[in-house]
């Protein structure tokens, strides 16, 4: 028996002390993640002189915004000819040799494959200064070669590297060559710890509107989630949206971790392929037991209708922006008829809104000038009915005299700085929020006459400061009066609407605060000391 104990016991020591290198080994990881440099070179070319394409340098563009968000030194270029595609990929890799850490490489633009290799197709084709025709031979000569790039990456020796081509375009140049030239790109080998994801399957084409792009920009911010899970839920949700026209295809060496935004989760063993979790003490030694979940595990309950994808937040749960402050709400996804409180309206269609976080308050002067701070280059300039007004440099009152302009700038520079998505809300978003999910509610947070002036700022000289009023249902505040609020609908001549009214006491009277109020507009650039706004951040 005793015998049996010290076995038992030897054994336990063992995984205990197998499990606690793991999770040391994961740690370092974490560590090393959080330190080492991430370096990125992001082309997008469009302005082809046949068949040009209208969404690759806005991809471009948009990717680079997010790498930049997400720590990454990023090398942007555009619409590039062949000396300065072949220039920036040797800036690119000695930068990385010098840098090591991560390197990424994205291109958005014309790829072609001919022989089993892939070309990345510059927008002109030049030779000694003149322009040359595009045929396979000169495609061969005159373009980048994707694996030439990929060796230049490898040779870095940094820790790992990451090759994102949506390049799959149709190819409008098939039929000048005569160079075993096919549809799409060919498949590459990935060198050790790296990967390399196409926009579609070896052979096949993709649509120059990339929901590629848009997919994996957006994953690429949700923190926790490992690169391989990252491309597993593009792939599902390209897949879905083109009705399986489109499949992205990857092919990986990676073995070690890595995550674009990063969350230390609780337990860092769980960087690795195996997931630990302790499950309770033994009676012998007291020593810890624990379960190993294998990653096929993981695997089957990523395909599992309950994977946190589609869950969401309670309704009225908050959370907090950390670089001004900004508090958010949650608002749940549900249906109501927009612009109808009483039942007999003529629209009797349902607006469906999926779930967002809104601003608990109306952005402050406080947080507006953490934006213009920080933007030297941001002219206070007051224009219209805008006066300098002592209300508009006190902190806790709304930012006022904004345009529709100054706030898109505002939360884009919001955007850039924390790698989340912020922008103004559409107009069937800010009324949902505003009736509290889409409630039958005259004014945010009441139908009461009597009662309003508790939930609604309005007919004073000045506006108040923010949370001054009671919030409405989901505890949002200020959305009847106080300050008008820009939305991003584009209603056509140049005419923008806001909601909410405001202090100032206009033609309309009170009803300029209710919630399905939608006579106001104004021009992008119009600036108005009654015009303020609040942002929105959409969960996924």
């Known amino acids: 028996m005793k015998i049996k104990v010290i076995l038992y016991l030897a054994i336990m020591l063992f995984m205990q002390q197998v499990f606690l290198n793991i999770a040391l080994s994961a740690q370092d990881i974490l560590q090393t993640m959080q330190k080492e440099s991430r370096t990125a070179l992001v082309i997008g070319n469009g302005a082809y002189q046949h068949s040009p394409l209208y969404n690759s340098v806005k991809d471009a563009e948009k990717m680079a915004t997010i790498l ?4 990454f030194e990023v090398i942007l270029k555009t619409d590039l000819d062949f000396n300065e595609m072949h220039e920036v990929a040797d800036i690119f890799g000695e930068k990385l040799r010098n840098r090591g850490g991560v390197g990424l490489f994205f291109y958005a633009g014309h790829g072609v494959q001919i022989g089993g290799k892939n070309y990345l197709l510059p927008v002109v084709f030049s030779k000694n200064g003149k322009d040359v025709r595009m045929s396979g031979k000169n495609i061969t000569y005159r373009s980048l070669r994707a694996d030439l790039l990929l060796s230049k990456m490898q040779e870095a020796g940094n820790r790992i590297n990451i ?16 160079s075993g030239q096919q ?37 690429m911010q949700k923190p926790g989630l490992r690169i391989v899970d990252l491309f597993y839920k593009v792939r599902k949700k390209v897949k879905k949206e083109t009705n399986g026209r489109q499949i992205p295809w990857e092919h990986s060496s990676l073995t070690e971790p890595f995550f674009f935004r990063l969350e230390q989760p609780e337990n860092a063993s769980v960087l690795h392929n195996e997931k630990i979790t302790e499950i309770g003490k033994t009676e012998i030694g007291k020593t810890a037991a624990v379960q190993v979940q294998t990653e096929e595990k993981e695997a089957v309950e990523l395909q599992s209708p309950s994977i946190s994808d589609i869950s969401e937040p309670e309704a009225g749960k908050t959370w907090k922006e950390e670089i001004t402050g900004m508090e958010f709400v949650w608002v749940p996804t549900g249906d109501y008829i927009m612009g109808c409180i009483n039942g007999s309206c003529k629209n009797k269609n349902k607006t469906h809104v999926k779930g967002f976080w809104i601003g608990k308050y109306e952005v402050t002067v406080d947080q507006w000038q953490k934006f213009t701070n920080d933007n030297k280059k941001i002219k206070s300039k007051k224009r219209n009915r805008c006066k300098s007004t002592e209300f508009f440099q006190q902190g806790s009152y709304p930012a006022n005299c904004i345009s529709r302009d100054d706030a898109e700038n505002y939360a884009k520079w919001i955007s850039r700085k924390t790698g989340y998505f912020f922008r103004l809300p559409t107009q069937s978003e800010w009324e949902y929020a505003a009736r509290s999910g889409g409630k039958k509610e005259i004014y945010a947070g009441t139908n009461d006459k009597e009662s309003r002036e508790k939930y609604a700022n309005y007919g004073t000289k000045r506006p108040n400061p923010v949370a001054s009023k009671r919030p409405n249902g989901l505890g949002i505040y200020d959305m009847s009066g106080n300050v008008w609020e820009w939305c991003s609908d584009n209603l056509g001549n140049n005419q923008y609407p806001l909601r909410g009214g405001s202090f100032r006491r206009y033609s309309a009277g009170i009803g300029e605060c209710t919630t399905t109020f939608r006579m106001e507009s104004a021009a992008k650039n119009t600036k108005d000391e009654t015009y303020g706004f609040r942002l929105i951040r959409k969960m996924r």
Do not use: F, W
């Not at 930049?68 to 720590?71: K, Q, T």
């Open 183 to 219: 549809q799409g790109l060919a498949p590459m080998d990935a060198p050790g710890e790296s990967i390399i994801a196409y926009s579609t399957g070896p052979g096949k084409t993709a649509d120059d509107v990339s929901i590629y792009t848009h997919e994996l920009s957006r994953l």
């Open 163 to 178: 090759i994102i081509l949506d390049a799959c375009r149709s190819n409008p140049y098939i039929s000048d060559t005569r």
């Open 68 to 71: 930049r968000a997400l720590g």
